[in-house]
């Protein structure tokens, strides 16, 4: 089982080292970086433009192949991923950024998951019943919304919510408010912050699983092994659970791997909807100010995210099917 | 377990076209399909909102006055009237003819790039799945890379550089990373249809690949590609909404919905119209279209969803 984990682990990591050097590359011939310094008044000339380029790895007249085998062999040998447009370090910014992004991606991927194999759960032992009905329905109306407009949406409720208030419960700009003190009034604060966005993400990522769970859990309550354990004494709870659900997750642990890629596409367009200043907004401004370190270095950060992932939904599957288990 | 569920259709698919009817007689398979799709609310309702909509992107223009980029500049941002009927935006565009604009152009990237999507994951997916050997393992590894990739970030950089073919290329793009999923169940699909006795007896008449591909395992796998063709007009919708929603897929003067969604976030916690409109004709469409891919899902799959106990 060991030797099978690492051995994916490191087919996963050569794929994301040629997802990165594709991006790149991909980076290069689509991006102008040159474009970032034409048309200032007073006029840069040739050559500071050329010298500044260069310094940051892009210097058009070297073969694009070159930089990108440059760029990967600093990130190799000195953990450097370049300079960004405003000669931040990328990596830095990375780190700091990822670290607001992952509050949120953590928060939606557990809860959602969690809230997606209940509903689903739910909604398959209580079939065609008005709750199974009802949850099906809005977890269709919530797949068709996306994740941006969910998030306008909420925005709008909480506008309403607060002023029936009368008082700013619900915040919906950047991730904190600056020029508090006290940490127990910082901490509201940031749960504030917090709740729209999370509830947009947790409601994406419920939304998918619970059909899914929903449709493996109905394979799962037909097969045999149910009724063996009902028939052996088992109560109907204890049989859905200790049996049903964990046989039924298994699949899941799978869709959960495929199911992440979306969520952090998800979750950046939330942290852009909401003004966070997170990886969201990091990728995005590389890609309009033309910087090819700074894109080349989100995209490897959400291929590493998605390695994890991978990874994670491996253990997990092993963890839960005894077949696996060697 | 998915495929599992799908292998037991194949079996079912690859029998004698006949089954029976509730009515004791025989039926050809599309027949029974039909039947069950026919007692099916969820598809009466997902075929009436979508037809009604395409419906209206096209020929509702034709019953309205407004045009969507001529502004009224007497009214600008102003609620619902019956003047204007979804009101206008900022800068006085009529709400109504914007939508229907704006509905027009992701429809037609939608109803192109999820079935494309569909097509290309069939044809690599068999390939793979029926020659094996080293075509497989080369064709599995770069779904794999592909799955790696984040797709989003890739169309952002791609979609500058279109211009004006912005609406091909989009379909072009949104079909190109729309489909490795999809591929990897048809290969898992086409490896054992491989190994069946039709195939088989196909490939000793000396019947070349493709040939064996496009009679015989696309057929057999004609339900889960319809499915998938269905759910993959929401899926592209979304990403063209999306790419359009940062600024990054179809530009000015061109509308879609991504668009309008955009140009009027700002206004939305005031002047919820604006986003609205376009919001719920999007939801509403795409919310039709799942309705519609649920129910075929339920009619062609024996083992899932209505069919059921």
Same mark, same amino acid.
């Given at each position: 089982?060991?030797?099978y984990?690492?051995?994916?682990?490191?087919?996963y990591?050569?794929?994301? &080292?040629?997802?990165?050097?594709?991006?790149y590359?991909?980076?290069?011939?689509?991006?102008?970086?040159?474009?970032?310094y034409?048309?200032?008044?007073?006029?840069?000339?040739?050559?500071?433009i050329?010298?500044?380029?260069a310094?940051?790895g892009?210097d058009?007249?070297v073969?694009?192949?070159?930089r990108?085998l440059?760029?990967f062999?600093n990130?190799?040998f000195?953990?450097?991923?370049?300079?960004?447009y405003?000669?931040q370090?990328?990596?830095?910014?990375?780190?700091?950024?990822?670290?607001?992004?992952?509050?949120?991606?953590?928060?939606?991927?557990?809860?959602?998951?969690?809230l997606?194999v209940?509903l689903?759960?739910?909604g398959?032992?209580?079939?065609?019943?008005?709750s199974?009905?009802?949850v099906?329905?809005?977890? =269709?109306?919530?797949?068709?919304?996306?994740? =941006?407009?969910?998030?306008v949406?909420l925005? &709008?409720?909480?506008?309403? =919510?607060?002023?029936?208030?009368?008082h700013?419960v &619900?915040?919906f700009?950047?991730?904190?408010?600056?020029?508090?003190?006290?940490?127990?009034?910082?901490?509201?604060?940031?749960?504030?912050?917090?709740?729209?966005p999370?509830?947009?993400?947790?409601?994406?990522?419920a939304?998918?699983?619970?059909?899914?769970?929903r449709s493996?859990?109905l394979d799962?309550?037909?097969?045999?092994f149910?009724r063996t354990?009902?028939?052996?004494?088992?109560?109907r709870?204890?049989?859905?659970?200790?049996?049903?659900?964990?046989v039924?997750?298994?699949?899941?642990s799978?869709?959960?791997?495929?199911?992440?890629g979306?969520?952090?596409t998800?979750?950046t367009f939330?942290?852009t909807?909401f003004?966070?200043h997170?990886?969201?907004e990091l990728a995005l401004?590389?890609?309009?100010n033309?910087?090819?370190?700074?894109?080349s270095?989100?995209?490897?950060y959400?291929?590493?995210?998605?390695?994890?992932?991978?990874?994670?939904?491996?253990?997990l599957?092993?963890?839960?099917d005894p077949?696996?288990r060697? | 377990?998915?495929?599992q569920?799908?292998d037991?259709?194949?079996?079912?698919?690859?029998g004698?076209?006949?089954?029976?009817?509730?009515?004791? %007689?025989?039926?050809s398979r599309g027949?029974?399909?039909?039947?069950?799709m026919?007692k099916?609310?969820?598809?009466?309702?997902?075929?009436? /909102?979508?037809?009604?909509?395409?419906?209206?992107a096209?020929f509702?223009?034709?019953?309205?006055?407004w045009?969507?980029n001529?502004? +009224?500049?007497?009214?600008?941002g102003?609620?619902p009237?019956?003047?204007h009927w979804l009101g206008? +935006?900022?800068?006085?565009?009529?709400?109504y @003819?914007?939508?229907?604009a %704006?509905l027009r152009?992701?429809?037609? $990237?939608?109803?192109?790039?999820?079935? @494309?999507a569909?097509?290309i @994951?069939?044809?690599? %997916?068999?390939?793979?799945?029926?020659?094996g050997?080293?075509?497989? !393992?080369?064709i599995?590894?770069f779904?794999?890379?592909?799955?790696v990739?984040?797709?989003?970030?890739?169309?952002?950089?791609?979609?500058?550089?279109?211009?004006h073919?912005?609406?091909p290329g989009?379909?072009?793009?949104i079909?190109?990373?729309?489909?490795m999923?999809?591929?990897q169940?048809?290969?898992?699909? @086409?490896?054992s249809?491989?190994?069946?006795?039709?195939?088989?007896? !196909?490939?000793y008449?000396?019947?070349?690949?493709f040939? $064996?591909?496009? *009679?015989h /395992? $696309?057929p057999?796998?004609?339900?889960?590609l319809? $499915?998938d063709?269905?759910?993959?007009v929401?899926?592209?919708?979304l990403?063209?909404? !999306?790419?359009?929603?940062f600024?990054?897929?179809?530009?000015?003067? *061109?509308?879609s919905? %991504?668009?309008l969604?955009a140009?009027?976030?700002?206004?939305?916690?005031?002047?919820?119209?604006?986003?609205?409109?376009?919001a719920?004709?999007?939801v509403?469409?795409?919310?039709?279209?799942?309705?519609?891919?649920?129910?075929?899902r339920?009619?062609?799959?024996?083992?899932?969803?209505?069919a059921? +106990?």
């Amino acid at each position: 089982m060991l030797a099978y984990l690492v051995r994916r682990i490191i087919n996963y990591l050569i794929l994301t &080292i040629i997802a990165t050097l594709l991006a790149y590359i991909l980076a290069s011939y689509t991006l102008n970086p040159e474009a970032r310094y034409l048309g200032r008044n007073p006029p840069l000339n040739q050559n500071s433009i050329h010298n500044i380029l260069a310094g940051l790895g892009q210097d058009p007249s070297v073969p694009v192949i070159q930089r990108a085998l440059t760029w990967f062999g600093n990130i190799i040998f000195h953990g450097d991923f370049g300079m960004m447009y405003n000669n931040q370090p990328v990596l830095h910014s990375i780190i700091v950024r990822s670290g607001i992004s992952l509050q949120l991606l953590i928060v939606g991927t557990i809860l959602g998951a969690f809230l997606g194999v209940v509903l689903g759960v739910w909604g398959a032992v209580r079939q065609y019943r008005a709750s199974d009905q009802i949850v099906t329905a809005l977890s =269709f109306l919530v797949l068709a919304t996306p994740a =941006f407009v969910l998030g306008v949406l909420l925005m &709008i409720t909480a506008t309403r =919510f607060n002023a029936a208030v009368g008082h700013q419960v &619900i915040s919906f700009t950047g991730q904190y408010t600056p020029g508090l003190s006290g940490t127990g009034r910082i901490l509201a604060d940031r749960v504030s912050h917090l709740v729209l966005p999370s509830i947009a993400l947790i409601m994406t990522g419920a939304a998918s699983y619970s059909r899914y769970q929903r449709s493996v859990m109905l394979d799962v309550l037909a097969s045999d092994f149910i009724r063996t354990a009902r028939s052996k004494g088992r109560r109907r709870g204890s049989a859905m659970i200790r049996h049903g659900v964990r046989v039924a997750l298994i699949p899941m642990s799978t869709f959960f791997a495929y199911n992440f890629g979306l969520l952090v596409t998800g979750s950046t367009f939330l942290e852009t909807v909401f003004s966070w200043h997170g990886m969201g907004e990091l990728a995005l401004t590389s890609i309009t100010n033309h910087d090819i370190n700074g894109v080349s270095g989100s995209i490897c950060y959400v291929a590493v995210l998605i390695l994890i992932a991978s990874t994670l939904s491996e253990v997990l599957y092993a963890a839960l099917d005894p077949r696996v288990r060697v | 377990m998915t495929t599992q569920q799908v292998d037991e259709l194949g079996i079912d698919l690859t029998g004698p076209e006949q089954a029976t009817t509730e009515r004791g %007689g025989h039926a050809s398979r599309g027949m029974l399909v039909w039947l069950r799709m026919r007692k099916s609310p969820r598809f009466w309702i997902g075929i009436g /909102i979508v037809g009604l909509m395409a419906l209206w992107a096209i020929f509702g223009p034709l019953f309205y006055p407004w045009k969507p980029n001529v502004q +009224d500049l007497f009214n600008t941002g102003s609620p619902p009237s019956a003047d204007h009927w979804l009101g206008t +935006d900022a800068v006085g565009n009529d709400m109504y @003819a914007l939508v229907m604009a %704006g509905l027009r152009t992701s429809l037609i $990237i939608g109803l192109i790039a999820g079935p @494309a999507a569909t097509l290309i @994951a069939a044809i690599v %997916g068999s390939l793979a799945g029926y020659l094996g050997g080293r075509v497989d !393992a080369v064709i599995s590894w770069f779904i794999n890379l592909m799955l790696v990739i984040p797709s989003f970030f890739i169309l952002i950089m791609i979609t500058p550089v279109l211009n004006h073919l912005i609406i091909p290329g989009l379909i072009f793009f949104i079909a190109g990373f729309g489909w490795m999923v999809m591929g990897q169940v048809v290969r898992g699909q @086409a490896r054992s249809l491989r190994q069946r006795d039709f195939v088989r007896a !196909a490939r000793y008449m000396g019947i070349g690949t493709f040939e $064996i591909i496009r *009679r015989h /395992i $696309i057929p057999s796998m004609a339900s889960l590609l319809i $499915i998938d063709a269905t759910l993959g007009v929401v899926g592209a919708v979304l990403s063209e909404t !999306a790419l359009s929603y940062f600024g990054f897929g179809i530009q000015p003067p *061109r509308t879609s919905i %991504g668009t309008l969604l955009a140009d009027n976030t700002q206004a939305a916690t005031t002047q919820p119209w604006m986003f609205l409109s376009p919001a719920i004709v999007l939801v509403v469409l795409l919310f039709g279209v799942s309705l519609i891919g649920e129910a075929l899902r339920d009619a062609l799959d024996p083992t899932s969803g209505a069919a059921r +106990d």
